[in-house]
């Protein structure tokens, strides 16, 4: 009886054993033929169609404009995104709530992107270890890639890429891209700063300005090239415009006329669609211009009226309508008029406009100002901060690390100044000097880089920067046309 007993207990633990034995065969074979996936979580060729941005501000800028309609590319053997492309690369992709993920990283709700589904797949896309790119799948179709404040909505075009077809690509595009390297490292290390300058001319009876714009290229703590060139050169789109002032003297009349062209075709002619009436003449003083607006101070012949300030869209000069402090901010015409009776002592009588105002350059700020017209035994006009900020589409960059009053300690002939988005250059004007120094670890380097003389009384109307690959855009399309 025991023998028998002592063989069912040693079946029944062999067995058990057995049994285990296979179960953990079965995990160990499920773990080692886990399929490896053959084809990346993104391929094929897929195109811009559309640009979010995380705030509800309509951008119109050079930075992201031109990247509609352009084709990114994604293979096992290459991506091609923008300006940049790597070769052989690592591609991880994960599931995420939506909603968090997109909230929590960019600031962002998915109905923005038009998401409704709870759950997303992201796609990190690596070249040698190191990020390059991550593309948020909102479907098979369609996709989103966060390109440094804006979001790329892509749509897929073309299913598979070939390798052939894919190197036949990236050799075409070659001469013009850039190795990868990442995104935050390009930014840092590249940036380009486009200054528009007026002075006044001398030896005129009546006031007259000349304008040059300067670009300077900057890679790592240098200066790699300074270009200068006539007039206004404005990145506007995907390319640059030319803003320039022709003057027109006939029968005792001065009128000036502003044309913005681009390749010869004509954006917009402030004068040519003015009737040639008496109060249309005048002469016209560009106070500020950036990618979507121009500012203008028009001098009025006649004394009984005050010299204007008109703030006006690039896009629809035709049309001659004034943007008024109102357009720009809430409750903009009381700001007007309170600042307005804040700032001017008088018992004479004031008139408000609140489309009387301009922007001029202050401690290293752009400020906004208004204009009041007084009478009294005369007309007059006073100028006077608006104190607001201004809305950020009208200037992109405006920021400084160092305040103004650190840097006059430094340099105490500075006027102006201006700081890289990277914080590794200030750009100063002293005198009639443009000078350039090198910002270390927050702090002023007082022997300057790069110096050029400028005219006197020479005053910022235009600063515009462009980072990483940009400034390289930027670089190709000045020199073509200095």
Known sequence: ??????????????????????????????????????????EGKWTVTKCIFPDDINEESFNYKEIIGSDMIFTNKGV????LYSENPTYKAKKVNAQDYLFKKYNILKKKLSI????????????????????????????????????????KSSKDISDEEFNKILEKEKSEINKSENIEELN?????????LKSKEKDTKLPKWMYKT?????????????????????????????????????????????????KDIELGN???????????????????????????????????EIDSLNLYYIDSLDNKKQIRLSDL??????????????????????????????????????????????????????DFELNVLLPKGIVKYDNLIIPMSEIKKDLPLVRDVFISPNNRFLITLEENYLKVYNIKNGKLDKNSIYEKELKQDSFPIMSEWSIGRYSQIWQRKISSKN
């Open 214 to 262: 300067i670009y300077i290229k900057f890679l790592n703590d240098t200066i790699e090239d300074v270009y200068e060139l006539d007039n206004i050169l404005l990145p506007r789109q995907n390319e640059f415009a030319e803003v320039s002032v022709n003057r027109i003297e006939e029968n005792a009349k001065i009128k000036d006329s502003i044309f913005i062209t681009n």
């Open 116 to 155: 409704t589904n709870d759950s997303i797949y992201v796609v990190d896309i690596y070249d040698k270890d190191e990020f390059f790119y991550e593309v948020i799948k909102k479907s098979d179709e369609v996709a989103y890639i966060y390109m440094k404040g804006f979001f790329a909505q892509i749509t």
């Open 1 to 42: 009886m025991r023998l028998k007993r002592n063989l069912l207990i040693f079946l029944i633990i062999s067995l058990l054993g057995v049994l285990s034995g296979c179960s953990f065969i079965n995990l160990e074979v499920s773990r080692v033929e886990a399929p490896t996936v053959s084809k990346p979580p993104i």
């Open 188 to 196: 840092h290390s590249e940036n380009g700063f486009l200054i528009g």
């Open 329 to 382: 901010i809430p409750k903009g015409e009381k700001l007007f008029k309170d600042a307005a009776n804040s700032n001017i002592k008088t018992n004479d009588k004031i008139y408000y406009e609140d489309s009387n105002i301009g922007l001029i350059r202050n401690n290293g700020y752009w400020k906004l100002i208004g204009r009041a017209k007084i009478k009294g035994e005369e007309i007059y006009q006073k």
């Open 270 to 304: 402030l004068d040519k669609i003015k009737n040639a009436s008496a109060e249309e003449e005048g002469i016209k003083n560009i106070l500020f211009v950036s990618p979507d607006y121009i500012n203008i101070e028009n001098l009025k012949v006649n004394n009984n």
């Open 80 to 83: 091609i995104i923008g300006d």
